[in-house]
């Protein structure tokens, strides 16, 4: 770290100091501050010093540069704290603290807000939305806080008059998830009064001088500052703050963090309403008291959304409930007027600040947290607390403030200086032992029970009678008398620089402070009428009735004494101590250079004197004399195993101790730790940096194999599940198989004694392994059930039956009607049912023909229509025989008109229509077109199926050969003597001839 600096730059640890005196720590701190280094580091404290000018030291790339890295591998910076802290909250999951302290000007709120900053830039690698919008919230919260709680003082232009600590919760990826502000003791005197040369707070010059003319025309207000009491003192003050673009940025957060715009106007007519307040003015008679300035009053009530008579009773009278229960109106004077007008001014102030940080924490506040879905919530907390403060008039104020730094410093002590060597004494390490101012007697003195001087002025208010605050300062002259770090102008008479009856002193650790006790006791009691109480209650203003819930409480109901400042004070701070005592602390200790914020001036007696009562030349000889690193063996053991071979991945060794001094051992480090009774002990941070360097190269190594150990695992796992699940797939497959044979073979159990032989049985759905074997028995049942209803066929209807199966192959369901539900008799012309006066006629000719031409049977004969080439028809009997086809006409007792062989016949051609059209086409391209015709019993038989089916089994079985069957529809393609013509089918509207 040193060495990246550079000696020119001085050392940028004062642990590497040759001596530890006062002269080398200032010469050091000097010749930084004039080198323009402004940290430098005390071991892990950082001690920074105020430039008073704009440093570029904090840009992304010096964040880039921090991020991740060692405290000491880096110049002196905040970063490096900040980024310890986190680091230190990520990997052991324990709460830190960074307390940033130091006197007022020191610049310990532009250090909260670079550290807020660099937690906000080092997380949420991955840009979630809602956690972009947590570290929104948290970084606009300090622009708004700082415009409410933040004034001009003549040491400073920006100076916290209010204390602030903030807890960001982290997850266990360590991205910020929400928040909680804490605020201790706002100087809401400085409301309605400050002294010269300083201002109010910020918002009023931000709303007066920021705000457009119709914002500040709707709230009855001006734009000079000096127009009203409350800001007229700070009118004329030089800042480097511009009023008006602060105001912008403050709209802008208010708008980010979720305020609404009815809120938003809320805030702005309190603040209103509280200049208007201070202009108020009163006038009495004598006998009672009136308001000067009926406009004024019309326009407080407006802005505050009450009643105008409801004002001016709060303001002029004051509400009593008698012993009766009665309650009657008692007027105030016109000192008592004044007083609760600036008292209900510095309550409404207060109350707008509490409720702007109350409503910031609802939206910052952790939801729906459940620690064992989101794992472990860790807390980085950053302490922002007004500074040791001397002024020439210090007041009660001053006295809180500096008690506060009291119990800072001696947490400081606590942690730093006393249990860091106590712990080496229990531990039995040897080391060097450091004196140290312990400020115990100085913070007893102000809030030891009893006796403390917090306790004195309590009872003071608490007294009956008119006790002022003369009385109280001798009862505690009278208390403290004795005691080494309190005096006054009565126990020290010779002290010119303090007056009887008005002044006090206490020696803190900081240095003497004299506090002039005027006001303590109105100041710890903070009266305020319940009249304005109520007032505010009952606002219609949503925002102001939530500020003022105990408004709701009746004049005659009898309430507990409400608690002083003091008391809620001291709660607050010993709450927000024991907080901070229970987080691992990083100290930011801050420090002024000069009265004057001069970047080139170096004030060594200011400075010196800042160096002392932070007690950093103890915090230095502690940190030489000590180590900058401890750990439990255990821990230690734990993080760091993996670095040694004889304790990875488990020791075999008598204790933890022993496997620790093997690492130590290993790694060459004997003369640079300690062993403790229970932790191991090491002097500088390189020794340590050495483990972490080898430890973050091994943990890939391991993370590589514990992957693949875990994918192997997996993998085995997986191969188990899935012999697993094709085991169960392979037996519940069996299992389907088993049950669909079962079930096949219930359902047709009887299938033989059935009539159909189980047609009308419903076949299961089969498994889809099955489904090919499904088709193939679904095939052979219909196979067999064929069969059996074959063999019961007569021999005698055989032929009709092949017939009828030839019929229906060829037609293909193409034909609606060719008569299979009928008997074929074939021969229609030698039937007498048929032809009953024509059938002798025709098996007379049969039989000559038979004689003459050898066939041996009629394949078909019945009445048809002959269509010629010319478009002629005309009635003839047609007879099929297995050797010739014979044209016939019955008018002349069957004479053969026209015999073709069956030897020529290529093909039949049906229609798909009712029509009985046939066309019988043969290889002398000389076709037969004709359309059968019923008998004379029955005309609308239809005998195309019977002549198809007959023809196409003959040839089928007696010859062997195929016939060619076409169903077309609606035309027939045919050839006569040669030429092709086309007929059309009857039922379309069309002639049945070419």
Not at 259 to 271: K, T, V
């Amino acid at each position: 770290m040193a060495e990246l600096e550079g000696l020119e730059f001085g050392k940028s640890d004062f642990v590497l100091l040759d001596e530890v005196k006062m002269e080398q720590f200032m010469e050091n701190l000097k010749l930084r501050f004039e080198k323009g280094r402004i940290y430098t580091f005390i071991g892990e404290v950082v001690v920074s010093v105020n430039p008073y000018r704009l440093m570029e030291v904090y840009g992304q790339d010096v964040i880039d540069a921090y991020r991740g890295r060692e405290l000491y591998e880096n110049p002196p910076h905040l970063y490096a704290v900040a980024d310890a802290a986190y680091k230190a909250m990520k990997r052991q999951a324990k709460d830190t603290c960074i307390v940033i302290s130091g006197e007022s000007g020191a610049g310990k709120t532009e250090a909260s807000k670079y550290i807020m900053q660099y937690i906000a830039a080092i997380t949420n690698p991955h840009q979630r939305a809602d956690v972009e919008s947590v570290k929104n919230v948290l970084l606009k919260s300090n622009c708004v806080l700082e415009a409410f709680g933040n004034a001009k003082t003549n040491r400073n232009d920006n100076s916290s008059r209010f204390g602030k600590y903030m807890d960001i919760n982290f997850n266990f990826n360590g991205d910020p998830t929400g928040g909680h502000i804490n605020n201790y003791l706002l100087e809401k005197s400085r409301v309605v009064q400050q002294q010269q040369g300083e201002r109010n707070f910020h918002s009023f010059y931000q709303l007066l001088r920021g705000s457009s003319e119709d914002v500040r025309r709707s709230l009855h207000l001006k734009n000079d500052p000096a127009d009203y009491l409350y800001t007229r003192e700070g009118a004329g003050s030089v800042t480097f703050i511009n009023d008006r673009c602060s105001h912008k940025a403050v709209l802008s957060a208010l708008k980010v963090i979720g305020f609404s715009e009815e809120e938003i106007s809320s805030i702005y007519r309190i603040l209103a309403a509280i200049l208007l307040l201070g202009n108020m003015r009163f006038e009495s008679d004598g006998e009672s008291v009136r308001v000067l300035g009926v406009d004024t009053l019309e326009h407080l009530a407006e802005l505050t959304s009450t009643e105008t008579a409801d004002v001016s009773r709060s303001l002029l009278y004051r509400a009593v409930a008698t012993g009766g229960g009665e309650v009657i109106l008692k007027g105030h004077s016109q000192t008592d007027a004044c007083f609760g007008r600036d008292a209900f001014a510095k309550s409404l102030y207060e109350r707008l600040f509490g409720w702007i940080v109350g409503r910031i924490n609802t939206v910052i506040e952790v939801k729906d947290y459940d620690p064992v879905l989101h794992g472990k919530n860790t807390v980085i907390g950053v302490l922002d607390i007004y500074g040791f403060e001397i002024f020439d008039n210090n007041s009660f104020e001053q006295f809180c403030i500096n008690y506060c730094n009291e119990k800072l410093q001696q947490l400081f002590i606590e942690l730093i200086l006393r249990q860091e060597q106590e712990e080496y004494e229990r531990e039995g390490v040897t080391w060097q032992h450091i004196d140290y101012f312990n400020n115990q007697i100085i913070v007893d003195l102000v809030e030891q029970a009893h006796k403390g001087i917090m306790s004195i002025v309590d009872e003071a208010c608490l007294g009956v009678g008119s006790i002022t605050d003369t009385i109280c300062l001798e009862s505690m002259n009278t208390k403290l008398a004795h005691h080494p770090h309190y005096t006054s102008r009565k126990l020290s008479p010779t002290d010119k620089s303090m007056e009887f009856h008005r002044h006090f002193r206490i020696r803190h650790y900081a240095g003497d402070v004299t506090y002039s006790i005027e006001g303590f006791l109105d100041k710890n009691k903070d009266p305020l009428f319940q009249d304005f109480k109520r007032l505010m209650y009952n606002s219609a203003d949503p925002v102001l009735r939530e500020m003022w819930p105990d408004g709701q409480m009746s004049i005659t109901e009898v309430t507990k004494r409400p608690l002083t400042a003091a008391c809620l004070f001291k709660t607050s701070i010993v709450a927000l101590v024991d907080n901070l005592a229970c987080k691992v602390p990083y100290y930011v200790r801050c420090i002024k250079p000069n009265d004057m914020k001069s970047p080139v001036l170096f004030d060594a007696a200011r400075c010196q004197h800042q160096v002392a009562y932070l007690g950093l030349l103890e915090n230095v000889r502690v940190r030489r004399a000590g180590f900058a690193y401890r750990q439990p063996y255990a821990r230690f053991l734990q993080r760091y195993k993996m670095t040694c071979e004889y304790t990875w991945p488990n020791h075999m060794m008598g204790s933890d101790r022993l496997a620790v001094e093997a690492i130590i051992t290993q790694h060459g480090f004997h003369d640079d730790v300690a062993y403790g009774q229970t932790k191991l002990f090491v002097r500088t941070p390189r020794s340590l940096f050495t483990l972490e360097q080898e430890r973050a190269a091994l943990i890939p190594i391991l993370v590589l194999f514990l992957q693949k150990v875990w994918r192997g695992a997996l993998a085995r796992r997986r191969c188990r599940w899935m012999r697993a699940v094709y085991s169960i797939m392979g037996c519940y497959r069996r299992y389907k198989v088993k049950a669909h044979f079962w079930e096949v073979e219930r359902r047709f159990a009887g299938v033989r004694s059935m009539p159909d032989y189980g047609g009308g049985v419903e076949w299961p759905s089969p498994p889809a392994a099955l489904a090919h074997f499904h088709s193939i028995t679904k095939t052979l049942h219909r196979r067999w059930r064929a069969r059996q209803m074959v063999k019961n066929i007569a021999p005698s209807v055989m032929a009709e039956v092949r017939a009828k199966v030839a019929a229906l192959t060829v037609l293909a369901g193409e034909r609606k009607d060719w008569g299979c539900g009928r008997i074929w008799e074939r021969d229609y012309l030698g039937s007498v049912r048929d032809s009953p006066q024509s059938s002798c006629d025709f098996l007379r000719v049969s039989k000559e023909l038979r004689a003459r031409d050898q066939f041996s049977q009629v394949l078909f004969s019945g009445r048809c229509r002959k269509v010629n080439r010319f478009n002629k028809n005309t009635e003839r009997c047609l007879l099929i025989t297995d050797t010739h086809i014979y044209k016939l006409d019955q008018k002349k007792q069957f004479k053969v008109l026209k015999k073709v062989p069956l030897d020529d016949v290529s093909g039949l051609s049906v229609t798909s229509g009712a029509d009985q059209m046939v066309a019988l086409h043969t290889s002398s391209q000389d076709d037969v077109l004709l359309c059968l015709q019923g008998g004379e019993l029955r005309p609308l038989h239809d005998r195309v199926g019977e002549l198809v089916g007959t023809l196409v089994d003959h040839f089928t079985r007696g010859r062997n050969t195929p016939l060619p069957v076409k169903v077309c529809s609606p035309v027939l393609q045919v050839h006569m003597r040669g030429q092709a013509q086309e007929c059309y089918r009857g039922d379309q509207g069309r002639p049945d001839t070419p």
